[in-house]
């Protein structure tokens, strides 16, 4: 008899998880295409345009790398007990399918509305879809009020996108294959998520912009409504509520998810701070240009450090020199320790929720979860 060795088996189940991530994300893309073709046709009528939009939409929705999706479908698969999972291709599972592909679509709907509100040209490093109008429409180009013209065409594409985008997720949750009241069920939890993002979304605005005062706690709210809710929480709610589990798992899974959330987003700006951006590739400066308001900003305010970074905070023309001394007055007053202090917090009380919850939450929906929260704390872009 062949012993496998711990580095074999490892290896192996490694290599199976990837073909199941594979095959996920192939099922996941699929449904998005199907989706958005069908959409796509129905527009065709309105004039090239408004088919742009779709086009436009679909090759970057197609484009994402399904985070979401991938959580809500590997945690429903996780969830499932043995007698359901043998029929792999079951109607349930396709249903849950489409399920992730709206979710997908959501995500995509708050970019669009994100890059307009932030003024943004280019995601993933590419044009976004307000970028690709724009260059589509010839600008630069024209006089001021020409280029100011097209900026308010793509803009408003930008816009109106995203509305489509929220209906067409409502379309999907709404005549989802399901029991009436499971149905009810996403739709509530949806309707939940969107009031959660929306209202984070506009907390953030108001930091930004000096409406809202910039205090750690409403900081720390911000994050957790504008990014755990919908990356994290409704994808694991979704997938206990489509997988039958009981409330409380659901409860469970939906607070870890929310301390996941918010190491997340904590370490997405310290990585846009202090982070490589040879590995992130995003400006390492542009949130000390903008002046956004984050959860080290708001530590260096209480320091006796915050007169000497003041001055240099959200000035747009502000120097990589510049910007390196505010960087290394941050992490001379604490606020770098500070921060990683705090992702750590968020993610031992993510690993406490699981273990209190043990007997409940199945082994392999704690697996998921914890491979999820070990790519986070390797995370460098």
Request: proline share 4%; charged share 25%; hydrophobic share 40%.
């Amino acid at each position: 008899m062949t012993v496998m060795s711990s580095a074999t088996r490892r290896s192996t189940e490694r290599s199976r998880t990837d073909r199941s991530k594979s095959d996920l994300c192939s099922a996941i893309e699929d449904e998005l295409g199907g989706l958005m073709s069908s959409k796509a046709l129905a527009a065709a009528p309105y004039g090239p345009g408004f088919a742009r939009l779709w086009a436009i939409a679909s090759e970057n929705v197609l484009g994402g790398k399904f985070v979401r999706p991938l959580l809500l479908m590997e945690t429903y698969d996780a969830l499932q007990q043995p007698e359901t999972r043998r029929d792999h291709h079951s109607s349930n599972r396709q249903t849950a399918i489409g399920i992730a592909a709206a979710v997908e679509i959501l995500h995509y709907a708050f970019l669009l509305h994100d890059d307009v509100i932030d003024g943004d040209l280019v995601r993933r490093g590419r044009p976004n879809l307000i970028g690709t109008l724009l260059t589509e429409a010839g600008f630069p180009g024209g006089d001021d009020k020409n280029q100011q013209a097209k900026l308010h065409w793509a803009r408003t594409g930008g816009i109106l996108m995203g509305n489509m985008l929220l209906a067409a997720t409502h379309q999907s949750f709404a005549r989802a294959d399901l029991p009436q009241a499971l149905r009810f069920r996403l739709l509530d939890l949806l309707e939940h998520t969107i009031n959660e993002t929306v209202a984070g979304e506009q907390l953030d605005v108001g930091l930004g912009d000096g409406i809202i005062a910039p205090e750690l706690e409403t900081i720390l709210m911000m994050c957790g409504y504008k990014t755990a809710t919908y990356t994290f929480e409704l994808p694991l709610r979704a997938a206990a509520a489509l997988a039958g589990a009981e409330p409380s798992v659901e409860s469970a899974l939906a607070t870890a998810g929310r301390h996941l959330g918010l190491a997340f987003q904590l370490q997405d700006d310290f990585l846009s701070t202090f982070g490589d951006p040879r590995q992130h590739g995003k400006d390492p400066f542009s949130d000390l240009r903008e002046g956004k308001q984050t959860a080290i900003i708001a530590y260096a305010r209480m320091t006796n450090a915050w007169p000497e970074i003041e001055p240099w905070f959200g000035r747009p023309e502000l120097s990589d020199p510049e910007a390196q001394y505010v960087r290394r007055q941050l992490a001379d007053c604490g606020a770098e320790a500070f921060v990683q202090g705090l992702v750590q917090e968020q993610l031992a009380d993510f690993h406490q929720i699981l273990g209190n919850h043990a007997a409940e939450i199945p082994e392999s929906a704690r697996t998921v979860l914890i491979d999820l929260a070990a790519q986070l704390e390797g995370r460098k872009s």
